[in-house]
């Protein structure tokens, strides 16, 4: 089964470009909406990272949701989207001064810190400014996720976060800083996560490390889970919107919650990647010594995830019938990675036909480069094309 898409106003626009379905995008914040409200005490953010189109954020921040960033530059893109100030958090290893000022001078919600060294400095540029800065620390909880390699974040060899062992100190020390006040703690153990026996276990080594800080009458009042719900590549039509019910009840059911606790998520990837598709159109098709490869006019440039990790999106001819044929879709950059499919089936491609490279939505447009001097692609909404 194929997806719908406007083919004919597809053939007047120039590829390759990124299409959003906003009815899917509006479906999945309201189904997001729901199954979280039915949880007093959850608070859900989008991870900008994922996605940052300004036509996107604007249908995200109208949801309601938060913005979890993680550099000066989203802060940027989330507050001209509207997002408010007090509903941003703000993660990454390596924050840069200028970037730690422009959270304090908006006065968002809390920094998530990865490291002593930066805790000295964010307190430092809090009191140079006269400001307290709320801060809740990233701990690494040393939990391993089923996913690709490259996507973990969770294990003790990562770049992110703060040891476990080192958890309380670091309280400690923050509790002996003018300009910082401790609020929480957060975790994010990787992405495109499909077993929820992943979040179980983060669950688990949560409620350890509350169990502890609580012997020792430390109150933590906000738990930031992070995101990582992963989508339905193979099938992007069959499920277009993820399984969060079972997703937030897995934090219900496991995560032992103090009644004065807030629970925060950040979701990037569960809340746009169905939304969106990559439209390409066929420059040649090309005979092989043993293969036929259809060379798309999108490359790895527009879409670097099958390069990157070995991703899978399902790839569909938009205007073809005719009985399917194998190919190996290609792009043209001079890569030999530039490669979205090996035989794969589709229906025979001609030059000029349009492809859609599916669930593209996240880490797709953002992650577009000028590598081969090549125009960074457009993004259309698909309320724009009626
Ligand atoms: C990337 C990231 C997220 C979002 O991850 P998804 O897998 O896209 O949901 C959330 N929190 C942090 C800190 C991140 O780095």
Redo the contacts with the bound molecule.
């Keep these: 089964m194929k997806g719908t898409f406007p083919v004919s106003k597809f053939r007047e626009l120039r590829t390759p470009f990124y299409y959003y379905d906003t009815r899917v995008l509006r479906d999945t914040l309201a189904c997001i909406r729901s199954e979280a409200g039915r949880y007093e005490n959850y608070k859900v953010h989008y991870?900008v990272?994922?996605n940052a189109n300004p036509k996107v954020l604007a249908i995200i921040r109208e949801s309601g949701l938060g913005a979890?960033c993680?550099s000066g530059g989203e802060i940027r893109a989330a507050i001209k989207a509207g997002f408010p100030t007090d509903k941003i958090v703000y993660?990454g290893v390596g924050k840069a001064d200028w970037e730690i000022n422009l959270g304090l001078d908006y006065g968002i919600f809390c920094f998530?810190v990865e490291s002593i060294p930066e805790l000295e400095v964010i307190n430092e540029l809090a009191a140079a400014r006269g400001k307290v800065a709320n801060v809740a620390f990233?701990i690494n909880p040393n939990v391993g996720a089923h996913t690709h390699a490259n996507?973990t974040?969770g294990l003790a060899e990562n770049k992110f976060g703060i040891n476990m062992d080192d958890m309380e100190r670091v309280i400690e020390i923050a509790g002996e800083m003018a300009h910082v006040r401790f609020v929480g703690l957060?975790f994010?153990i990787?992405?495109?996560?499909l077993d929820m026996g992943d979040f179980t276990a983060l669950c688990n080594r949560i409620n350890d490390l509350l169990d502890k800080l609580e012997a020792h009458h430390i109150r933590v009042e906000h738990i930031n889970v992070?995101?990582?719900?992963?989508i339905d590549y193979t099938h992007p039509n069959r499920q277009p919107i993820p399984d969060f019910r079972s997703f937030f009840a897995t934090y219900a059911n496991f995560l032992k919650l103090r009644p004065y606790q807030t629970l925060h998520f950040?979701?990037?990837?569960?809340?746009v990647a169905q939304c969106g598709s990559l439209i390409s159109r066929v420059l040649y098709v090309k005979q092989g010594a043993n293969k036929r490869f259809a060379i798309l006019d999108a490359g790895m440039t527009d879409l670097i995830r099958p390069a990157l990790y070995q991703a899978y999106h399902k790839i569909e001819n938009l205007t073809s019938e005719e009985p399917c044929e194998t190919y190996d879709v290609v792009g043209p950059i001079c890569e030999s990675s530039d490669v979205f499919g090996k035989a794969i089936d589709l229906n025979k491609a001609r030059r000029g036909d349009l492809f859609a490279l599916r669930s593209a939505g996240?880490?797709g447009e953002i992650m577009a480069s000028g590598y081969n001097c090549r125009e960074l692609p457009q993004g259309y909404l698909s309320d724009e094309l009626l």
């Design positions: 991870a990272k994922a979890d993680v993660a998530n990233r996507i974040t957060h994010h990787g992405s495109q996560i992070g995101g990582g719900l992963g950040e979701l990037g990837r569960s809340v996240a880490y």
